[in-house]
């Protein structure tokens, strides 16, 4: 399988064996990033595989103001990567209106932010 990321995202992946069981991808918008599309291998979950790639870019986000909208269930785990529960209202309109239309389309998310460690 092939796949290309958008102009200026940044792909982080996992390997085992040479085989990719994780990947996530920090996207851009305006002058902050979103975490999207973190997904582990269905047989790799549960493993330390996902806390093992957002453990290995946390200088990268830490660098960066940068955003998720997990799914509610994996707010704690999102919380154990510097995660913190983010007010929708406190957000950048960018990011707030990306979050508000998830919502409107039925998707049980919650906004986080990576705990910003300005130089």
Do not use: W
């Not at 799914?71 to 950048?92: E, G, Q």
């Amino acid at each position: 399988m092939r796949a290309q990321a958008p102009k200026g995202d940044f792909i982080y992946i996992a390997t085992l064996n040479n085989v990719i069981v994780a990947a996530l991808r920090l996207h851009p918008v305006n002058n902050f990033y979103l975490l999207r599309s973190m997904c582990v291998s269905a047989d790799m979950r549960r493993t330390g595989i996902g806390s093992a790639l957002l453990k290995h870019i946390q200088p990268q986000l830490s660098d960066l103001q940068c955003y998720s909208f997990p799914y509610t269930h994996l707010s704690d785990f999102y919380s154990a990567a510097n995660f913190i529960s983010y007010d929708v209202d406190s957000a950048p309109e960018a990011i707030s209106d990306k979050f508000n239309r998830y919502l409107k389309n039925g998707k049980k998310i919650c906004l986080m932010k990576h705990r910003h460690n300005p130089a």
